[in-house]
């Protein structure tokens, strides 16, 4: 096992900030923390860091703890802190030069690593005249610099754009095949669903669930969606009769509401015949399979980019 | 030197010449000063002294009187009724004076004293009664009073004679004073901004904490900052001193060693101090605050572009143990009373100690994440 976490708090002043949360991460698991603002994912992975001391409980990592062990532990963890600012008249390859000089290592490693965050034709320019795309590798590629065992990463993406956002996910996919253990936070559930295969959600400083997308779909999840939005009345009692009907919902103030169901195919027929029959007019309909953000919203309330 | 400290050093040398503002700053600024200050207190002539004439008669109120006219040797019908006339007394240096008068009514003298245009007026008239009307308290004043008093009387006692004979020889000019005050205001300058600043700026940034989850050391990491600035700090004062060297003759008088233990226990008295300030710093506004809090006293107070013998005599001892009076004091004594080694002994290691109890609380404190 790579890491253990068992029974951690963590408060600051009136706020608590994660609640008696334990967690076992084994070796080359890739595991992402997705909760919403708030939820106690950086101070969760900040005390795996090292960067914050728990008020109560124990954290083991690769059989060692911070307290007795923080030089090895540092070479052993790569890490992307949140908003990380390099020196702006740095260049790239003197930022991760210097870093490298951190670790004992040497311009062969930078030139590699320059290459897998595909940063080359950058080498020569300074930190500010990045994009945030870049930057981001750039924290990336400071982070794999040392070939850490354990890579902690907190909200790689961020505030990047889509194409930024992907070319992100391409280096970490090839990065997760030398067997790293990957532990991620983010607030995108299509960032947790690409790059690792165990999610755990969280809220409030609690962890809500855990386990692989299946399982947590499987588990708290139940059925497919069908939402709608509709000009009239309220058609609840029917939708019920419909069959094949986990749950509805329906928001009288603005015509929204959704159907639960076992099947869309079972059920969209019947649905429509039943709006055609009634006096009401459809003005919206999307059908689709449930998502995190569904089990997060009926878990706590909440949407994942709260 | 550990070549990680090396690198550090190197990368924070790029880093400085890489922001032109801070090169200037740190370089140019002292130059400046030292430059505008020399010249602006040296070779500047007699200072013009604006004096209100006040009249309580309204016809007249835009007419400097006749008896003024006729003291400044003046009287001629051409400029009689002028409302402005300048006079210059005295043959030698040190008993010179030059006066501007100017006609005014009574609020006019006012407003013009509330805007420190005038420092003094007159009423009345030598026939009559003279009166000067100025606060006792302000010394520029009571000096403008006097020479103006001087050169009125017409016969001047002439029993006692006495001689000026003006003091200019190099050591003891405005410029001797000034240019071991600001180079020790550079070395507080580049401490508390150089080291202080720069590191509340990396926790803001949050790359403090980043570099403290590798395995660099935090002894090299802080060493590095203090090495860097002591090498600029010194090319600082070295170009200063080149400058006062050859623009204004000025001469090391005392010991080089005891230079150098002074720049050291006073890089160290700073560094001490930066790092204290820095130590729990986390916004920009805090960071600009504390360094401001440290630094303002000191100038005022420690003596950089006047001398603190003015003050009030129970706020002079306070005032010379404070870091930065120490340091100028004993730079001053080297630079141009040519103190040695034993005289900077006792300064240098209070110096030492400032730095060494506030490097040791301040690391305690320290917030590195």
Redesign the interface.
């Known amino acids: 096992m790579t890491i253990e976490v068992r029974n951690v708090c963590k408060s600051f002043k009136d706020v608590d900030a994660v609640r008696n949360v334990s967690l076992r991460v084994e070796s080359g698991e890739a595991l992402a923390l997705l909760g919403p603002n708030g939820a106690g994912k950086t101070t969760l992975v900040e005390m795996i860091e090292g960067v914050q001391i728990p008020d109560s409980g124990e954290i083991k990592i690769l059989e060692k703890t911070w307290a007795k062990d923080e030089h090895f532990l540092r070479k052993e963890i790569g890490l992307a802190l949140q908003e990380t600012r390099f020196q702006d008249r740095l260049t790239v390859e003197e930022t991760l030069g210097l870093f490298a000089g951190f670790y004992g290592l040497n311009q062969v490693r930078t030139r590699e690593v320059l290459e897998i965050i595909q940063l080359e034709s950058k080498r020569d320019t300074w930190v500010v005249q990045l994009s945030g795309g870049q930057r981001q590798r750039l924290a990336l590629g400071i982070a794999i610099l040392p070939r850490p065992q354990i890579l902690i990463l907190d909200e790689p993406t961020t505030g990047l754009d889509p194409n930024a956002r992907r070319d992100l996910w391409k280096i970490l996919e090839d990065f997760k095949s030398t067997g790293t253990t990957l532990i991620l936070t983010t607030h995108y559930m299509e960032e947790a669903e690409f790059l690792c295969e165990r999610i755990v959600m969280m809220d409030q400083g609690e962890i809500l669930a855990d386990g692989t997308l299946a399982q947590l779909l499987d588990k708290f999840g139940e059925g497919d969606l069908i939402e709608y939005v509709i000009d009239g009345s309220n058609p609840t009692d029917e939708t019920n009769l419909l069959g094949g009907v986990l749950s509805c919902r329906w928001d009288s103030e603005t015509g929204q509401g959704n159907l639960t169901v076992n099947s869309i195919s079972e059920t969209l027929p019947k649905f429509l015949d039943l709006i055609k029959n009634s006096e009401v007019s459809l003005t919206s309909l999307e059908c689709r399979r449930r998502t995190l953000d569904d089990l997060f919203l009926a878990m706590s309330g909440r949407h994942l980019d709260e | 030197m550990n ?2 400290l090396f ?2 050093v190197i ?1 924070q040398f ?2 400085f010449f ?2 032109p503002g801070v090169v200037f700053w740190s370089f140019g600024f002292p130059v400046v000063m030292a430059w505008i200050l020399g010249i602006a207190f040296a070779n500047k002539g007699e200072i013009l002294r604006n004096v209100a004439i006040v009249t309580e008669n309204p016809a007249v109120v835009s007419a400097l009187p006749k008896w003024l006219h006729e003291k400044s040797g003046t009287v001629d019908n051409q400029l009689s009724g002028e409302a402005e006339l300048e006079w210059e007394v005295g043959m030698n240096a040190g008993d010179q004076a030059r006066f501007r008068f100017r006609a005014m009514s009574e609020e006019e003298a006012v407003l013009a004293l509330k805007r420190g245009q005038i420092s003094l007026w007159i009423e009345g008239s030598p026939e009559t009664n003279l009166s000067y009307r100025f606060d006792p308290d302000n010394a520029d004043a009571r000096l403008t009073y006097l020479l103006l008093e001087t050169a009125f009387r017409e016969k001047i006692s002439s029993e006692i004679k006495a001689e000026i004979r003006p003091l200019t020889m190099v050591g003891i000019r405005y410029v001797d004073f000034l240019i071991p005050g600001l180079m020790a205001m550079s070395i507080m300058n580049a401490c508390l901004w150089g080291i202080g600043w720069n590191l509340i700026e990396l926790r803001i ?3 403090l ?3 403290v ?4 050391r935090k002894s090299i990491f802080l060493i590095s900052h203090g090495l860097n600035r002591m090498i600029l700090s010194a090319a600082e004062m070295l170009l200063l001193y080149i400058f006062a060297y050859f623009y204004f003759d000025i001469r090391i008088q005392g010991s080089l060693l005891a230079l150098a233990l002074v720049f050291l226990s006073g890089y160290c008295a700073f560094a001490g101090i930066a790092i204290l300030i820095s130590s729990r710093v986390q916004n920009t506004q805090s960071g600009n605050g504390m360094i401001n809090i440290v630094t303002m006293p000191m100038f005022i107070l420690s003596g950089i572009f006047f001398s603190y013998h003015n003050f009030p005599d129970w706020l002079i001892p306070y005032v010379e143990v404070l870091p930065l009076t120490m340091l100028t004091n004993s730079l001053r004594g080297i630079i141009t009373e040519g103190i040695g080694l034993a005289q900077v002994i006792q300064p240098s290691l209070g110096l030492f100690g400032i730095g060494a109890v506030c490097f040791a609380l301040g690391l305690k404190l320290y917030l590195w ?1």
């Open positions: 070549s990680i690198q550090l990368s790029k880093l890489r922001e940034k949050k790359l904490r980043r570099i989850a590798t395995p660099l994440h």
